[in-house]
């Protein structure tokens, strides 16, 4: 089977949905951003204090090559993902792609909270996703099928995922 890969901003969903809906069609799960984390050693927020975006994005693109060449996963990108096109070129080879899409206050309310979201940290917290979500919301939508999940429960979102997912074999 294809793997299926959500992209979508942080607090999107893309953890929560993804381990029910590989559970749903027995696949395995990945959430990208833990799988660096056990990589590593050591949480992204500190890779990032540590190493700079740049080194987390490289260490990201080389797992995106790993997934890429396997199937049957369900896959929860870290939201930068689609900052490099290469990425999708890639999942797209072996994936079915859903981006899901969120709005600013969404966002805020379900992880403006937590503290290891390193790009939440300093400053204006409404203004730096509102410019984040600008610039990648654009990218989300163009990835593949789209699911907004602002005013649904996880389990609607689940059954839009499962019947996108079963749509493109």
């Given at each position: 089977m294809k793997n299926l890969v959500l992209v979508g901003f942080m607090g999107s969903g893309k953890t929560v949905v993804g381990k029910l809906v590989a559970e749903r069609l027995g696949m395995h799960f990945m959430d990208m951003d833990d799988e660096v984390e056990r990589r590593e050693g050591r949480k992204i927020s500190e890779v990032f204090a540590q190493d700079g975006e740049s080194y987390f994005r490289r260490l990201e693109r080389v797992l995106t090559q790993e997934l890429?060449?396997?199937?049957?996963?369900?896959?929860?990108t870290g939201g930068g993902i689609v900052l490099d096109p290469r990425n999708l070129d890639d999942f797209r080879?072996?994936?079915?792609?859903?981006?899901?899409?969120?709005?600013?206050?969404?966002?805020?309310?379900?992880?403006?909270?937590?503290?290891?979201?390193?790009?939440?940290?300093?400053?204006?917290?409404?203004?730096?996703?509102?410019?984040?979500?600008?610039?990648?919301?654009?990218?989300?939508?163009?990835?593949?099928?789209?699911?907004?999940?602002?005013?649904?429960?996880?389990?609607?979102?689940?059954?839009?995922?499962?019947?996108?997912?079963q749509k493109n074999p």
């Open positions: 890429a060449s396997q199937t049957d996963w369900v896959i929860a080879k072996t994936s079915v792609i859903i981006g899901f899409g969120i709005h600013v206050d969404t966002v805020l309310q379900r992880v403006g909270h937590q503290t290891h979201r390193p790009l939440l940290e300093g400053g204006d917290k409404h203004k730096r996703v509102q410019k984040l979500l600008a610039q990648r919301e654009p990218l989300y939508r163009a990835a593949g099928e789209y699911i907004d999940t602002n005013d649904r429960t996880i389990d609607e979102v689940v059954n839009k995922v499962v019947a996108a997912y």
